[in-house]
C-alpha cells in the first residue's frame, strides 16, 4: 500500500519561499498523477497543483506564476516550490495520488506572516 509523507512546512514571512516534499513508498510513484492541495481554517480543501506522470502540470489561478510542481521518479518523491508567499497561502499542505483510489499524506502546516 502506498504511503505519503509531506515535510517541509514552517512559518515564513511575506515574500519568502518555502520547498514543499512528498515522499511515497512503493514502487509505483511514476505510473500516477500527483497532486498538492490545500485547507485553510474554515475553508475546503482545495487543489493548488497537480502532475500527470508524463509531467504535464497545471496550477490554481491563485499560484500561477509563483508555485512550482514537479516531481523526482527516481527518488519518489514530490515537490512544491512556493515563492512570494502571502499571507492567504496560509493553510495545511496535503499531497495525494491518484491510484484507481486517492491517497492522501498527513499534511505540512504552512504560516505565512505579514
Known amino acids: 500500500q502506498v504511503q505519503l509523507v509531506e515535510s517541509g512546512g514552517g512559518l515564513v514571512q511575506a515574500g519568502g519561499s518555502l520547498r514543499l516534499s512528498c515522499a511515497a513508498s512503493g514502487s509505483i510513484f511514476r505510473l500516477y498523477a500527483m497532486s498538492w492541495y490545500r485547507q485553510a481554517p474554515g475553508k475546503q480543501r482545495e487543489l493548488v497543483a497537480a502532475i500527470t506522470r508524463g509531467g504535464t502540470t497545471n496550477y490554481a489561478d491563485s499560484v500561477k506564476g509563483r508555485f512550482t510542481i514537479s516531481r523526482d521518479n527516481a527518488k519518489n518523491t514530490l515537490y512544491l516550490q512556493m515563492n512570494s508567499l502571502k499571507p492567504e497561502d496560509t493553510a495545511v499542505y496535503y499531497c495525494?495520488?491518484?491510484?484507481?483510489?486517492?491517497?492522501w499524506g498527513q499534511g505540512t502546516q504552512v504560516t505565512v506572516s505579514s
Open positions: 495525494k495520488i491518484q491510484l484507481a483510489y486517492d491517497v
